[in-house]
């Protein structure tokens, strides 16, 4: 009977590998799901002399992306940014990530603009308060202010579609 | 000239085909006693290493040539790097390391085919038969996922260059070394196997399998020693050890190899622990190809992995699971009726053995379970975790520390029944020199708990080494001491160095783990700053070159009580074909020190620089103590009654 | 160089602190690089490294200790940030499996040290034994006889006592017989 312990545990090892080779190990599920999304009073991008604090969006469903021109995967996803844009059914406000100003509009003006209102986050610390570690992310917030989805990387149509767009519905009605 | 890429694609296909019928032909033939198929089994393992060693030589033939209509070659290479760099550019992917790897296991598939006139044709079939199977696997998963001759079109007018990390000395050793070890294990688990498979666990299966194993271990030592070393200097942090997933996977079979040999020895001795035994080459195997599979998944990640590929993992998973699922059924299946052997005390050498093995085993089932386990979490949907050196340090000390003090008590007691009394009688010295000198020494510097057992631990196995030796050489009868030390057997000597080794490596971990120190701060020109009792001086930097890199080249004056004793350049290098940056430290290597400087970013706005600058005590030990191993592992080896031909053994020919 | 020295302190934020830098050092050692594949905040060149090593300075500076700040950064990124695993039910296998294993290996040597059969040998059998080592082919007989050959030794030079080396010689014999027995 012992002799087979050997077997038994290489087979649940095996299972385990097996699953593993089906997940990414460097995507990290944030721990600000369901948590009121942090608070910051940040200058505009456009304004500078003006600020903007999520607290002001409190009744709506929105998303905050995180961008920088630096960034080369926020080109992949920017197409995307632009066509919800269009569509009006959520909307997009960006925080600017350890980024220069001018390169920013810069970027935006070639680029094209989906952004409601951006801020700037020169020093990263309100990214750091939201966990951000690599740009793109994108967070969904609810009228209630807590943040209720992360998207780590570049948004793409499937989870738009699948996962984003459902849960803007459902929160919105 | 004939091109040489088709020539090292066809090489593999024909290696394929013979070590099918390597992997079947002779097996079946011992199955059913046809002589001929048996006696098959030689020839073409030795073709089948032809066929893979002029595959690997075309692949580096066309990385020495800069053929970059080779897709691998473009890849990797480029026309500036230095030959030798060219050279380990071969196995500096991953295909090129799985080839490598075929190689290196045709090459002992080879060697077993030689050097094992004197046993039974029978036997040496299975175990070819073995080593054939899984040169199948390695050679299809080249065929299906990562053949190396794979061409590009149109042809590039140079290649991207290798890894900046990798053009050092440490590539052109450190993997073929590493690779020497780790599938060499793949004999000892080949005789475990053909053993299971005829059931004939006899002696002549315990005493042969030894020498192989030793050999293996030995070059597995060095391996990761080199490794660990490559490491310490190339990455510019100065660390040697991190228990990243790849480090644990070279680290698992050796630590269940290191149990292996000796349990072996206590099987050859004594015939006992026969099922421990089997088990445990089944195990080092099956962590070499787990770590294999862990390394090129993209399962786990790590600063070492390849660029991953599902289909590669699904591939080695597949093999890996009909491998070692079926070398394990076997043994479930066999293992019921092995024989027991001579039968020991509660305490003897073989009950000290067997305790030291399940240690060593549990450390290796420690290390595997803390590498998995952020995998385990994520697979049951339980989150993100890490797991690091933190967790791996705790608990493999912990693990380790009895077996190290076990490891001082084996030598000294009898075989089959020890007394407790005598044994303690024979090490009190040892112990109180140990535990003395452990507490008290750290008062020198500072007195820390961990480096005091460290220490002890340290001592310990020096001292009983010394008893050892002085019980051994005891002038029993008229003989001279010098006609003692040279009749007793090689192995002894082998075993007691490499007890010494890791003493002196535990020493070495110890003491620069305690008292190391660092900084990291940022240097004007002509500012100077002191640590662990040597005073820096940054002069300023200059630039400079390489065959393949321009780099901007620091110059730091070291002086110690005032005189100046020497000049050290940390460079930061960038690399003509690939744009990467990359540090070179400057380390100024001692017996009882290292001095490490690298040069990090610039200050914007100043003229400044920054540096980290360490003082690490001892840490040369850590790597000499591996060398000792590896030199106490090859006098084990090379021990005259594994020599066939020696007449003490009278071994006549196997029916 | 005492002035420039003292103007190095007042420009840059470490070098000015040793006791600081260590023990921002020691903290950041246990802290993982979020962007990086597998490196401690400590040796990781990323900026976000950096940027977060900086936060833990400002912090210590501020009078936080350890489990504050690993607190706020488990706030932000979960537990992954944290090299050593905190102790929750969900690691609970991970700190004690280790020494389960340790004490089933315990059990397991205590097990097999118990169930030892003893030597069931009978005298006449060392007649067959003789004949084998004599006359036997093959490599195990001959490890077999070198065994025997350094058993004899050890008698002669007193290691065994004759009780000890009957024992030995009774136990070499029976393994001989199992494995090279031959026809009945």
């Given amino acids: 009977m012992k002799f087979t312990v050997p077997i038994i545990i290489f087979g649940v090892l095996v299972v385990f590998l097996g699953i593993g080779l089906r997940l990414d190990p460097r995507l990290l599920p944030s721990p600000l799901i369901d948590r009121t999304a942090p608070e910051f009073h940040l200058s505009q991008l456009d304004e500078p002399s003006r600020t903007f604090s999520p607290t002001e969006l409190r009744g709506q469903v929105w998303l905050l992306n995180t961008w920088a021109s630096w960034c080369v995967s926020c080109r992949q996803e920017h197409p995307l940014l632009l066509a919800l844009a269009r569509s009006g059914t959520v909307p997009i406000y960006g925080l600017n990530y350890k980024d220069n100003r001018s390169d920013a509009l810069q970027w935006l003006k070639n680029m094209g603009n989906p952004y409601v209102i951006n801020v700037q986050d020169s020093n990263g610390r309100v990214g750091m308060d939201y966990g951000v570690y690599g740009v793109p992310e994108t967070y969904l917030i609810d009228k209630t202010g807590v943040i209720r989805f992360k998207q780590i990387g570049p948004l793409n149509v499937e989870t738009l579609e699948k996962t984003v767009m459902p849960l803007v519905r459902s929160l919105n009605s | 000239m004939p091109d040489v890429p088709s020539i090292g694609q066809l090489s593999l296909i024909i290696a394929l085909c013979v070590a099918a019928v390597q992997a079947s032909i002779p097996i079946v033939g011992a199955a059913r006693n046809r002589q001929s198929w048996i006696a098959a089994a030689v020839p073409l393992a030795q073709w089948q290493f032809i066929f893979v060693a002029l595959a690997f030589l075309s692949l580096a033939y066309c990385f020495v040539t800069n053929d970059f209509s080779v897709l691998n070659v473009a890849r990797n290479s480029n026309s500036e790097l230095p030959l030798n760099y060219r050279l380990a550019a071969t196995w500096g992917s991953h295909e090129g390391s799985i080839l490598l790897w075929v190689f290196i296991l045709a090459f002992w598939t080879a060697a077993v085919s030689v050097f094992t006139r004197h046993l039974e044709r029978v036997v040496v079939a299975r175990v070819l038969g073995v080593m054939g199977f899984i040169s199948v696997g390695f050679l299809l998963f080249i065929q299906i996922t990562s053949n190396p001759f794979t061409r590009l079109l149109p042809v590039p007018a140079d290649g991207n260059d290798l890894n900046s990390l990798l053009q050092d000395p440490g590539m052109v050793v450190h993997p073929p070394m590493l690779y020497m070890g780790y599938v060499g294990f793949s004999v000892a688990f080949a005789f475990a196997v053909a053993a299971l498979a005829g059931n004939r666990l006899d002696a002549a299966w315990a005493r042969w399998s030894r020498p192989w194993t030793l050999a293996a271990w030995t070059f597995l030592t060095c391996g990761i020693a080199l490794g660990s070393y490559w490491s310490y200097y190339v990455q510019g942090w100065g660390g040697w050890w991190f228990w990243d997933p790849v480090e644990n996977a070279s680290f698992m079979p050796w630590l269940a190899g290191t149990a292996l040999i000796h349990s072996l020895a206590v099987t050859e001795k004594r015939g006992a622990f026969k099922a421990w035994t089997v088990l445990l080459a089944i195990a080092s195997f099956s962590l070499s190809l787990l770590g294999t599979f862990l390394v090129r998944s993209g399962v786990l990640t790590s600063v070492h992995a390849f660029a991953t590929d599902p289909k590669r993992g699904i591939f080695i998973l597949c093999f890996l699971a009909i491998v070692i699922g079926g070398s394990l059924l076997l043994y479930a299946w066999r293992a019921r009726t092995m024989s027991a052997g001579a039968s020991f005390a509660p305490i003897s050498r073989e009950s000290l053995l067997l305790s030291n093995n399940v240690l060593l085993a549990a450390a290796a089932a420690s290390v595997l379970l803390g590498t998995m386990y952020p995998l385990i979490i994520d697979a049951l949907n339980l989150g993100k975790l890490s797991v690091g050196p933190p967790y791996f340090n705790s608990v493999f000390v912990a693990i380790m520390t009895p077996a190290i003090f076990l490891l001082g008590v084996g030598p000294i007691a009898r075989w089959k029944k020890a007394e407790l009394p005598e044994l303690a009688r024979r090490l009190r010295w040892a112990f109180a020199v140990s535990v003395i000198a452990g507490l008290s020494i750290p008062f020198v510097v500072e007195w820390k708990p961990l480096i005091s057992l460290g220490l002890t631990l340290s001592i310990w196995i020096v001292s009983t080494a010394i008893v050892s030796f002085a019980d051994k050489f005891k002038a029993a009868g008229a003989r001279s001491i010098l006609q003692r030390i040279r009749t007793v057997p090689r192995n002894y000597y082998g075993m007691q160095l490499a007890h010494i080794g890791v003493a002196v490596t535990i020493a070495g971990i110890t003491l620069v783990t305690g008292y190391e120190v660092q900084q990291d701060l940022r240097l004007n020109v002509g500012d100077s700053t002191e640590i662990g009792g040597y005073r820096f001086d940054f002069h300023g930097v200059a630039f400079a070159g390489g065959p393949n890199y321009d780099a901007i080249r620091a110059e730091i004056d070291v002086f110690q009580n005032g005189k100046q004793i020497l000049r050290m350049y940390p460079e930061r290098r960038t690399y003509h074909a690939s744009g990467n940056d990359m540090k070179s430290a400057a380390i100024d290597s001692g017996v009882f020190r290292d001095l490490f400087v690298a040069l990090g970013d610039p200050i914007e706005g100043t003229d400044a620089w920054s540096f980290r600058i360490q003082y690490k005590p001892f840490v040369d030990w850590i790597w000499a103590g591996a060398l000792f191993m590896a030199i106490g592992g090859a006098l084990a080896f090379s021990d005259r009654r594994y020599n066939p031909a020696a007449k003490s053994i009278g071994l006549r020919e196997a029916a | ?184």
């Fill in chain 3, 1 to 184: 160089m005492k002035s420039a020295v003292l103007l190095l302190t007042l420009l840059t934020p470490s070098g000015n602190d040793p006791a600081l830098d260590q023990r921002v050092l020691a903290l950041s050692r246990q802290l993982r690089c979020l962007v990086c594949q597998n490196e401690s905040l400590a040796d990781s060149q990323a900026e976000l490294a950096s940027d977060l090593r900086k936060e833990i300075r400002q912090q210590m500076v501020q009078g936080k200790n350890e489990e504050e700040i690993k607190a706020f950064l488990t706030a932000r990124y979960g537990d992954f940030v944290l090299y050593r695993p905190p102790l929750t039910p969900r690691t609970y296998l991970l700190w004690f499996a280790p020494f389960g294993v340790a004490a089933v290996g315990l059990y397991a040597f205590i097990r097999i040290v118990r169930t030892q059969r003893s030597t069931t040998f009978s005298g006449k059998d060392h007649e067959r034994v003789e004949t084998i080592l004599t006359n036997g082919v093959g490599t195990n007989i001959a490890i077999y006889r070198e065994q025997m050959e350094f058993l004899k030794n050890e008698f002669e030079t007193g290691s065994f006592t004759r009780e000890q080396f009957e024992i030995e010689r009774n136990e070499l014999e029976q393994r001989l017989l199992e494995e090279c027995g031959g026809p009945l």
